[in-house]
């Protein structure tokens, strides 16, 4: 080996997927791996494909965030095993 070449361990790793799991209210889990360049609306549809859900009547938080569909796991700065959570719309509420 000469001078000018890195060992390989020495040059930086690029993970190109993230480990993310889906928890809905009734603890059901759902785990998804997915580029982190993936608009996470593709993981979204995948979820209530799985689930049975209308992706209507569900919301999907981050960290207490709401998860648009458009934004990328990069974006959101997530890791590896991060918890996604469902959340089935309420409406109403009158006395």
């Not at 998804?32 to 993981?43: A, D, M, N, Q, V």
């Not at 209530?48 to 700065?77: C, N, W």
């Amino acid at each position: 080996m000469t001078d000018n070449q890195e060992p390989q361990e020495n040059k930086p790793e690029t993970v190109q997927h993230i480990n993310l799991k889906v928890i809905s209210n009734d603890g059901a889990e759902i785990a998804f791996k997915i580029k982190r360049t993936t608009p996470l609306e593709r993981l979204i549809g995948a979820y209530v494909q799985k689930a049975g859900q209308d992706r209507r009547s569900v919301r999907f938080l981050y960290e207490g965030a709401r998860i648009e569909g458009h934004e990328t796991p990069d974006e959101m700065e997530m890791e590896d095993n991060d918890i996604i959570q469902v959340m089935v719309e309420q409406v109403g509420g009158c006395c």
